[in-house]
């Protein structure tokens, strides 16, 4: 008998009747012999109300008491479809991310999961029970509730599965698969059968939201069999595993888009040793990640500095980096929050050269300008203002030959 994680989605829970459909998706698999675990979201919308509610109260709602607010979400869409199970004769219990015991630590609204207790889970399954779990969401040490950032579900499904040692976690959406981009940019975008968990990884860092960043991570770290699909459609979806069992590597994998950049320089610094870490320092004294980083190279000594931030961030590190500035003397600080990244990302890189040059040929071809530009082993992101967004993202879906199969570069 083999034990399985399911996840769905907010899209897959967002109203009764989709919860009806998902029950009797489960109680098949429950008929073919799965012992089965599922994970559920918060039904579509609801994260983003919860959200609002408290920002129409304060800017910035106390973490902890966000979490008490986020994570009443998930406790909604576990009762209902253990009680939607439970209608048609299949022997279900919910349990909140506190009452299994997933321990994770102290970080309100962005907190990881340290342990998972799996003993009352494999008792109810012994018992031939489904086991509903809240996604999203933990307790702290000294019972708090937290919860794992958003798309979290899909990591307490994937961390589900490594603490049960599961057989496949199955993650059900509303795509069929891992996509070579966003099929909602790219209508022609094509469905991947494999990706191995490096690039998964890659794509997931550099704005594909199919599958939240640390799944990916807990997913390779202990060797998960990760498998994205449609909850509405059968098929066969994205396997996401290790490289040794990909047999075919194309050149680039994918695409990817994230809006949530801003860049902030500031101009005229002197430029010696130390600077940067003057100048990065008090931004990651703050906890605010700094992503790509430019240093021009100076004249008269001097020299402009600058880096990338998430788009929330924004407004902190501008208010931190003018002080910084005024400390230094420098002559300035701008800054952009219209600013996007779109990336390539395949393993298959590694031996190829020249896609660099071809990425920003295409681009140039279109009259984007880029204004930064970062690598790695297996990916080349440029950052663009937010209006060719899109057009970038077709543009190097087109230029690779992502569409079609045979011809993907
Ligand atoms: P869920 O609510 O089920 O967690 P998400 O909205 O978090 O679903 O993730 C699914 C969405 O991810 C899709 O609807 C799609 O628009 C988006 N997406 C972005 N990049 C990709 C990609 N490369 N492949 C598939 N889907 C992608
Ligand atoms: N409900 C949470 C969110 O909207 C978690 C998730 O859906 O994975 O981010
Ligand atoms: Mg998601």
């Known amino acids: 008998m083999a034990l399985v994680v399911h996840k769905y989605g907010g899209t897959s829970v967002g109203s009764v ?7 009797e998706q489960v109680r098949k698999a429950k008929e073919n012999g799965d012992r089965l675990v ?12 919860l959200l609002g509610l408290a920002k129409a109260l304060v800017e910035r709602p106390s973490g902890r008491e966000l979490d008490v607010l986020l994570a009443t979400g998930e406790q909604v869409t ?9 209608a048609i004769g299949v ?13 994770t630590d102290e970080a309100h609204n962005k907190a990881r999961i ?15 029970k489904v086991v509903v779990v809240a996604g999203f969401q933990g307790v702290d040490e000294n019972g708090n509730i937290t919860t794992l950032g958003r798309g979290g579900s899909d990591t307490t499904a994937v961390a589900m599965a490594a603490a049960l040692a599961a057989d496949e976690c199955r993650i059900y959406t509303d795509v069929d698969g891992v996509y070579t981009t966003d099929p909602r940019i790219v209508p022609k975008a094509r469905r991947l ?9 890659e794509m997931a860092s550099l704005g594909a939201k199919v599958l939240q960043i640390r799944s990916v991570e807990f997913a390779s770290k202990y060797n998960v069999r990760l498998r994205v699909l449609s909850s509405f459609v059968d098929g066969p979806g994205t396997l996401i595993t290790a490289e040794d069992e990909v047999m ?48 021009n190279v100076g004249s008269d000594g001097n020299t402009d500095f600058t880096f990338t931030v998430h788009r929330n961030d924004y407004k902190t590190a501008m208010e931190i980096l003018q002080l910084t500035a005024a400390e230094l003397g420098a002559s300035g600080v701008t800054g952009d929050n219209t600013i996007v990244k779109v990336s390539i990302v395949g393993v298959g890189m590694r031996s190829h050269a020249g896609l660099a040059s071809r990425m920003f040929r295409a681009l140039a071809e279109e009259g984007i300008n880029i204004q ?21 993202v077709r543009t190097l879906h087109d230029a690779f030959g992502l569409h079609d199969k045979s011809a993907a570069a």
């Not at 009747?17 to 029950?23: F, G, H, N």
């Not at 599922?38 to 109300?49: I, K, L, N, P």
């Not at 576990?78 to 439970?86: F, Y």
């Not at 022997?91 to 321990?103: E, F, K, N, P």
């Open 114 to 128: 340290r342990e998972i207790d799996g003993d009352r889970v494999h008792r109810d399954l012994a018992s031939g």
């Open 78 to 86: 576990i009762a209902l479809l253990a009680i939607a199970l439970q």
């Open 38 to 49: 599922v994970v559920v979201s918060a039904m579509s919308g609801e994260t983003d109300r």
């Open 248 to 295: 075919e590597e194309a050149v680039i994998s994918g695409v990817t888009l994230n809006r949530d950049e801003a860049k902030l320089t500031i101009l005229g610094v002197s430029d010696r040793p130390g600077i940067a870490a003057t100048i990065l320092g008090p931004i990651a004294d703050a906890n605010i990640e700094v992503d790509m980083i430019v240093q």
């Open 193 to 201: 059968d494999v990706v191995t968990y490096e690039e998964m990884l």
């Open 91 to 103: 022997d279900a219990v919910s349990y909140t991310g506190a009452q299994v015991r997933i321990l």
């Open 372 to 392: 930064m530009i970062s690598t790695s082993e297996i990916k080349v992101s440029v950052v663009v203002n937010e209006k060719y967004a899109e057009l970038s």
């Open 17 to 23: 009747e989709r919860i009806r459909l998902v029950a």
